[in-house]
């Protein structure tokens, strides 16, 4: 198999090279840089030497605790309620700052388990944050965008006239720089006059009241979603398309003659030969929305109150904004770990089962 | 046989040309203002008029967009490629010259002596960096919206109380005239939050960090100054004076102009265009909080990089381009403020009785730099993301302290930033 591949297929190894080349140059080659960095304390500019510090980086953003307030007593014993009924608490900062253990954790999130508050604390909120908000991401864009670009398949595979017009239409935001496509939602999503508030005032008779999507934070994100999905749903359709295509037609007419109904034409038909297809989408939908920046620089920053951080941004802007590129290479190493293993995952329970 | 001879005197005429650029030596230089018509008018106008007035030195320009310049700067460096003369904003000026990018200026300190200080950039004693202009900021409001809401026009001796501009704002509110009583631009998440907000937090009397050691920002960001004034900031947003972060750039462009904002917080480099639009547009100074009245300053500046093999070259080209016809030129064209009185009174719109002579007094009275250390490119950004999550109602001291905390973890990992 060995000399069949080297020494029979001189030609393509020659095609192939120039490729080769760049990928390890500018992929494989800056990813081992990115370990070796994460493990220092590199900075982007600085005359200081660098130096090794083992895994400090990975503590720094994945360090997490959990703490007990109790609530503050009057002088018989009870816990002081403000007007609303609510116990009061000290300053979880008076806890962080005189114990070295915890010094500069912040509150991620608490809850309250008798008089006591339980206090999950993370030695950097705003990466946990951009951590969930990065899963939270790929499980709606996923099966979402998959399934959207399956349907405009479906409905684009079909012999009509002008439905080539149709493919293009839905192909059209994937050739648009995703920036410009960035910059146009932010103005479609404007709290004040954007086009979304006044078509939906429109379809309601005024009822509707503005919403400012991309300035609350529980809109924030799903708006983001909805147009990520929207902008590269096309590029999906087109590769389920392609898998619909080299489904055999006689299958159909077989299924046909055998009297199928069109949805059992799709389940034991049509689905069963886009397996290889469904994995492809999937795997690559994931990496991608895994990927997430442009639309977050371009349209929210991050903000507000870190509704939109995601890894990837976090990576650049400590990086590069915060000058900190070991602290950015950490990121990219551990989502380049989460990804890996989601689709190995994902490959095994795709795989052919004989 | 034509043809050779043709092309052979081509190329003799062709080294005929070259020969008089041979003789001088070849100064590289970088500038911010790809893309800016105006701006790159000028920066080639200075820099022919320099190649013809000596015959040592021919420097050539490169220009790059603004977004991308300091990280241009950054990879230059990094690959051991920096030009002889770099252009660098203020505030940045002494990361670069910490991290061994930048060589003091060598041209004597008094050629430079009746610049406004925000122009010079100093860092351990030693100035790196000279800028052509100063920006200002002002409160932009018309006469008319002052006169129909009752309100004093505050001076520079006399300027608003915190009080008196809440009651300003509450004014334009009830008047029920204007979409937001002030806008402050918070749609540029960028390095206008510190330059144009900072100051306010100077005004209550705090800081972005503690200027005595600038080793730590605990007291100064969090202390009882910030705290009220991180109250009163985040009280802006939810008592509905302004606009938030999710501001559309198009609204802010116009807003004013379209009368939909009564007040707008805004820098000297739109003024131009405001006063073309509004007639009656006045230019406030920045309220007083309690202590004193502050606005930034520090524009982009010219610097020599340590690399260079021809310091003495560049120096001659930043002495050049620091002539009071230049900067005037400058002053002109974007409504810049010159950096000395000389080149002031040159100008249309700085010299005395001039529409925007009010900024030059603004920047002379009021101007504070940013902080002067190295830490400063982190603390801009902990600063912008602080102010953001306020403004959009984070705990305030929970915020502060937060930015507390990464600011003195930055500083201390970076060994005190040389101080």
């Known amino acids: 198999m060995a000399s069949k591949l080297t020494l029979s297929n001189r030609t393509g190894w020659a095609f192939a090279l120039p490729g080769f080349a760049l990928i390890l140059g500018f992929i494989v080659l800056p990813f081992f840089f990115a370990i070796g960095l994460s493990l220092t304390n590199q900075r982007l500019i600085s005359p200081n030497p660098t130096q090794f510090v083992g895994f400090q980086n990975y503590q720094q953003l994945l360090g997490l605790a959990v703490v007990t307030l109790e609530p503050e007593r009057d002088d018989a014993g009870e816990a002081i309620r403000n007007e609303a009924g609510d116990i009061q608490y000290p300053r979880l900062r008076e806890i962080t700052r005189s114990d070295p253990q915890y010094r500069g954790m912040r509150e991620w999130f608490r809850w309250t388990s008798g008089e006591n508050a339980r206090i999950v604390i993370a030695s950097d909120v705003v990466f946990m944050k951009a951590l969930v908000n990065t899963f939270l991401f790929v499980l709606v864009v996923a099966p979402v965008q998959g399934g959207l670009a399956l349907v405009l398949a479906l409905l684009i595979n079909q012999k009509l006239r002008g439905i080539n017009v149709f493919r293009t239409i839905y192909f059209m935001p994937v050739v648009v720089s995703i920036v410009v496509v960035s910059l146009l939602w932010r103005f479609i999503y404007d709290g004040q006059n954007g086009l979304l508030n006044s078509i939906l005032q429109g379809l309601t008779f005024g009822l509707f009241q503005p919403v400012d999507w991309l300035g609350n934070p529980s809109t924030a994100l799903p708006a983001i979603m909805a147009m990520s999905i929207w902008q590269a749903v096309g590029f999906f359709m087109v590769i389920w398309l392609a898998g619909l295509q080299t489904i055999s037609p006689t299958l159909y007419e077989a299924a046909a003659i055998e009297g199928a109904s069109k949805s059992q034409t799709f389940r034991y038909v049509t689905w069963p030969g886009l397996r290889n297809t469904a994995v492809l989408v999937l795997i690559v939908i994931t990496m991608q929305a895994f990927a997430l920046f442009a639309q977050i620089d371009v349209m929210t920053n991050g903000g507000p109150l870190d509704s939109t951080q995601t890894l990837v941004f976090q990576s650049v802007e400590r990086g590069y904004g915060k000058q900190d590129i070991s602290g950015g290479s950490t990121i990219s190493v551990i989502l380049f770990v989460i990804v890996l293993t989601i689709s190995l995952i994902q490959r095994w329970l795709t795989r052919e089962r004989y | ?419």
């Open chain 2, 1 to 419: 046989m034509k043809l050779m001879k043709h092309l052979a005197g081509v190329m003799i005429a062709s080294t005929c040309l070259c020969a008089p650029a041979l003789a001088q030596t070849e100064l590289t230089m970088w500038y911010h203002g790809a893309g800016n018509e105006v701006e790159s008018r000028i920066i080639n106008q200075i820099i022919s008029d320099f190649n013809a007035s000596q015959s040592d030195w021919q420097v050539s320009l490169e220009s790059f967009p603004q977004g991308s310049y300091n990280d241009s700067i950054v990879a230059a460096a990094l690959a051991g490629n920096l030009p002889d003369i770099v252009d660098v904003d203020g505030p940045i000026m002494p990361n670069w010259a910490w991290a061994g990018y930048l060589q003091p200026l060598p041209i004597d300190e008094s050629e430079f002596a009746d610049f406004l200080p925000g122009t010079k950039g100093v860092w351990e004693g030693k100035l790196y960096s000279i800028g052509l202009w100063d920006a200002a900021v002002a409160l932009y409001a018309r006469q008319s919206t002052l006169d129909d809401l009752g309100l004093r026009t505050p001076t520079l001796d006399n300027p608003w109380s915190g009080e008196e501009f809440i009651a300003a704002l509450d004014a334009a509110k009830a008047s029920g005239k204007f979409e937001y009583a002030l806008d402050l631009g918070m749609n540029d998440q960028g390095e206008w939050y510190p330059y144009a907000f900072s100051p306010f937090l100077q005004s209550f009397g705090g800081d972005i960090v503690d200027r005595s050691t600038y080793q730590t920002a605990e007291g100064a960001l969090n202390g009882d100054a910030a705290l009220a004034f991180g109250e009163w900031w985040q009280s802006l947003f939810t008592g509905g004076y302004a606009p938030g972060t999710s501001e559309d750039p198009a609204d802010q462009e116009t807003g004013f102009i379209d009368g939909r904002f009564a007040f707008q917080w805004n820098g000297n480099w739109r003024a131009v265009a405001t006063m073309e639009a509004v007639d009656d547009v006045v230019f406030l100074p920045a309220p007083d909080f309690g202590a004193g009245n502050k606005i930034g300053a520090g524009s982009w500046q010219f610097g020599v990089s340590a690399s260079s093999d021809h310091p003495e070259g560049a120096a001659e080209f930043i002495k050049f381009a620091t002539q009071d016809k230049y900067l005037a030129a400058f002053s002109d064209a974007i409504g810049l403020i010159p950096s000395t009185p000389s080149a002031a009174e040159m100008t249309e719109n700085y010299k005395d009785g001039g529409p925007l002579a009010v900024f030059y007094d603004l920047s002379e009275a009021q101007a504070l730099v940013r902080p002067v250390t190295p830490g400063y490119v982190v603390q801009s950004k902990i600063f912008t993301k602080a102010m953001a999550d306020i403004a959009n109602g984070a705990d305030v001291a929970d915020t502060l302290d937060a930015a507390v905390d990464e600011i003195d973890a930055d500083i201390q990992s970076n060994d005190g930033y040389g101080h």
